[in-house]
């Protein structure tokens, strides 16, 4: 079993920086990509970013191509989320997911952005 723990969230205003992580642990972590999503209130999860665990591949959604980047750290367990020139609209809980080949088989608990304007 896998277990993620996200953290790094908070409130801040429009136009400032958080940094999100996301720490694996449990049986040998060695994930075929690793994902960021998000769910603001009212809607579906939608997908933010994704990695490879390679580092080889990242991806993202159109809405936070340029202010988002996703890394990873193999030596710390730990994939994380640059999230530059916040708005209110990536007001959201936002979850890591491990992904294999074939999808995402485990998922964080959330953790909390608020951004005002």
């Known amino acids: 079993q896998v277990q993620l723990v996200e953290s790094g969230g908070g409130l801040v205003q429009a136009g400032a920086s958080l940094r999100l992580s996301c720490v694996a642990s449990g049986r040998t972590f060695s994930p075929y990509a690793m994902g960021w999503f998000r769910q603001a209130p009212g809607k579906e999860r939608e997908f933010v970013a994704r990695i490879t665990w390679s580092g080889t591949s990242t991806y993202y959604a159109d809405s936070v191509k340029g202010r988002f980047a996703i890394s990873r750290d193999v030596a710390k367990n730990t994939v994380y989320l640059q999230m530059n020139s916040l708005k209110p609209d990536d007001t959201a809980v936002y979850y890591c997911?491990?992904?294999?080949?074939?999808?995402?088989?485990?998922w964080g608990q959330g953790t909390q952005v608020t951004v005002s304007s």
């Open positions: 997911a491990a992904r294999s080949r074939i999808e995402y088989e485990y």
